[in-house]
């Protein structure tokens, strides 16, 4: 139980060009998804918080305009790197929280973007 | 606001030997503490949490780690690793109680296991 999904797991896109990517809870309901972006060798640094039906927070120095992010179900979140340049080429996590479940977030396997 | 120190961003090992990864963390607040492995190219999978009770908390793939509050550590520990061991571990935090269940990350500890 408690999978998540990502789609796609890679993406090759040329600058300026937007990106989406899609988050899915494949066998729960996730009220709250979370947004992670990962450099090479370096940890996961949260961009923003997911909550179905309302504006999603980022944190501070991710830029909202850049990085659209729609949670329009229980079960699906999306993020869209719009204008894409190459130094947004990294690898996107998402995670959804469990209700009922202390603090738990399971995590999606990821998309590696590459802008050219 | 909270913080997470892993003192060592590589750990080599041998097969069938004992490791220890360490996991240090600050807060003003109470915790919630969690280990994440993460292999290659994929997204990070819950190893074992800690939120209250029993210090000693096991978790799977015969992983364990101890809640030490006074020292403000959480370091995992397996008495025999394999070759399949071989990844990134992640330390995290997050605040207990409340709605805010943002994780923060520590740098991730890569555990090499040689045969």
């Known amino acids: 139980g408690a999978v998540v999904s990502q789609h796609p797991s890679w993406v090759i896109c040329k600058s300026g060009t937007s990106v989406k990517i899609e988050c899915r809870s494949l066998d729960f309901q996730a009220t709250t998804m979370f947004w992670y972006r990962q450099f090479p060798k370096q940890s996961l640094m949260l961009m923003a918080t997911?909550?179905?039906?309302?504006?999603?927070?980022?944190e501070q120095g991710v830029e909202k305009d850049k990085f659209l992010i729609n949670h329009a179900s229980l079960t699906l979140s999306t993020l869209t790197v719009t204008s894409a340049h190459p130094e947004d080429s990294s690898f996107y996590i998402c995670s959804a929280r469990v209700g009922g479940q202390v603090n738990t977030q399971y995590f999606g396997p990821g998309t590696r973007l590459t802008v050219l | 606001a909270q913080s997470v120190t892993q003192l060592d961003s590589q750990v080599p090992v041998f097969e069938e030997a004992p490791v220890e990864l360490r996991c240090n963390y600050s807060s003003s607040v109470s915790v919630y503490l969690f280990w994440y492995v993460q292999y290659p190219n994929q997204g990070l999978q819950l190893l074992l949490k800690?939120?209250?009770?029993?210090?000693l908390v096991k978790g799977i793939n015969g992983f364990e780690a101890e809640f030490n509050k006074s020292q403000t550590s959480f370091h995992l520990r397996k008495p025999s690793v394999h070759i399949s061991d071989t990844a990134e571990y992640f330390c995290?935090?997050?605040?207990?109680?409340?709605?805010?269940?943002?994780?923060?990350f520590g740098k991730g500890t890569l555990l090499t296991v040689n045969p």
């Open positions: 800690y939120l209250s009770g029993s210090t």
């Open positions: 997911s909550n179905e039906g309302s504006k999603a927070t980022y």
């Open positions: 995290a935090v997050s605040l207990s109680g409340g709605s805010n269940y943002k994780l923060t």
